[in-house]
C-alpha cells in the first residue's frame, strides 16, 4: 500500500489534537487496560500521608472508575481531573473530551449553528447557548449554572473530590466539528465552585481556546 501524499494527508481528518491544561490537572486513562492503574495513582496521590481514612479513599476510586468507565462506554477519549491547588484547598473540576460520531446512514446532524438555534428555543432555565470562535474553529458553548443553595457564601469550602458529582455543578460544553469529517469533539468542563463560576468558566475559556489539530 502507498503511503499518502501530501495532497491525500489534507482530504483527511487530523491525526490528533493538542490541548494545554493548567499545572495540576490529572489525565485518567479510560481504556480498560489502564483505567485501574491510571485511577490508583490519582487517590494515592490525593491521599499521600494520609493513612486514617480508608472509606473516603475507597469511595474514591470507586467513583473515578466508574466516571471513566461511563465516558469510555459513551465515546470519551480523555477524562482529566484537577488536583490544582489554591493555598491548602484543591480546585474541583474535571473535563471530559468526547468524539461524537457521524450520524447514521442516511440521517442529517444539524448543523453547530442549527443545534444553537434548537437549544436557545428550549429556553431552559440557567442555560445559555453561544457560538464561539476557537482557534481550532467555530464552536458552539452551552453554559448551565444550577441554582446552588450556598452561592451566596463566599466563605463556603471548596468541596473534595469525592464530592464533585454529588453537589451542584457548573457545566460547560465546547462543540466544534472536526475538519474534513462529519465528527465533532466535545469538551465538558464541570466544577462545584458555583460561587465563582465566572472565575472558572474564564479558565474553561482558555483551555478551549488553546485546541489545535495535528496534521
Same mark, same amino acid.
Do not use: C, H
Given at each position: 500500500?502507498?503511503?499518502?501524499?501530501?495532497?491525500?494527508?489534507?482530504?483527511?481528518?487530523?491525526?490528533?489534537?493538542?490541548?494545554?491544561?493548567p499545572?495540576?490537572?490529572?489525565?485518567?486513562?479510560? /481504556? *480498560?487496560?489502564? =483505567?485501574?492503574?491510571?485511577?490508583?495513582?490519582? !487517590?494515592? %496521590?490525593?491521599? &499521600?500521608?494520609? +493513612?486514617n /481514612? *480508608?472509606?473516603? =479513599?475507597?469511595?474514591?476510586?470507586?467513583?473515578l !472508575?466508574? %466516571?471513566?468507565? &461511563?465516558?469510555? +462506554?459513551?465515546?470519551?477519549?480523555?477524562?482529566?481531573?484537577?488536583?490544582?491547588?489554591?493555598?491548602?484547598?484543591?480546585?474541583?473540576?474535571?473535563?471530559?473530551?468526547?468524539?461524537?460520531?457521524?450520524?447514521?446512514r442516511?440521517?442529517?446532524?444539524?448543523?453547530?449553528?442549527?443545534?444553537?438555534?434548537?437549544?436557545?428555543?428550549?429556553?431552559?432555565?440557567?442555560?445559555?447557548?453561544?457560538?464561539?470562535?476557537?482557534?481550532?474553529?467555530?464552536?458552539?458553548?452551552?453554559?448551565?449554572?444550577?441554582?446552588?443553595?450556598?452561592?451566596?457564601?463566599?466563605?463556603?469550602?471548596?468541596p473534595?473530590?469525592?464530592?464533585?458529582?454529588?453537589?451542584?455543578?457548573?457545566?460547560?460544553?465546547?462543540?466544534?466539528?472536526?475538519?474534513?469529517?462529519?465528527?465533532?469533539?466535545?469538551?465538558?468542563?464541570?466544577?462545584?465552585?458555583?460561587?465563582?463560576?465566572?472565575?472558572?468558566?474564564?479558565?474553561?475559556?482558555?483551555?478551549?481556546?488553546?485546541?489545535?489539530?495535528?496534521?
Amino acid at each position: 500500500m502507498n503511503a499518502p501524499t501530501g495532497t491525500d494527508r489534507m482530504q483527511l481528518p487530523p491525526s490528533d489534537y493538542r490541548l494545554l491544561l493548567p499545572d495540576g490537572w490529572f489525565r485518567i486513562e479510560l /481504556e *480498560p487496560e489502564g =483505567r485501574q492503574r491510571s485511577v490508583d495513582a490519582l !487517590v494515592n %496521590r490525593q491521599f &499521600n500521608g494520609v +493513612d486514617n /481514612e *480508608p472509606q473516603l =479513599r475507597r469511595l474514591l476510586r470507586q467513583e473515578l !472508575v466508574e %466516571r471513566a468507565t &461511563n465516558a469510555f +462506554d459513551t465515546g470519551g477519549l480523555e477524562l482529566y481531573i484537577s488536583l490544582q491547588r489554591a493555598g491548602a484547598l484543591t480546585i474541583p473540576a474535571s473535563l471530559l473530551i468526547t468524539l461524537i460520531p457521524p450520524a447514521g446512514r442516511g440521517q442529517r446532524r444539524l448543523s453547530l449553528r442549527e443545534l444553537a438555534d434548537v437549544l436557545e428555543a428550549e429556553g431552559v432555565r440557567g442555560r445559555s447557548v453561544s457560538m464561539t470562535e476557537l482557534t481550532a474553529g467555530t464552536a458552539m458553548k452551552v453554559r448551565i449554572d444550577p441554582e446552588a443553595p450556598d452561592a451566596g457564601n463566599p466563605g463556603a469550602t471548596a468541596p473534595s473530590e469525592a464530592d464533585i458529582d454529588a453537589l451542584p455543578s457548573v457545566t460547560v460544553d465546547y462543540q466544534l466539528g472536526v475538519p474534513r469529517s462529519d465528527m465533532s469533539l466535545l469538551l465538558t468542563f464541570s466544577t462545584p465552585l458555583v460561587q465563582i463560576a465566572d472565575a472558572m468558566v474564564e479558565l474553561f475559556d482558555a483551555v478551549a481556546g488553546s485546541l489545535s489539530w495535528k496534521e
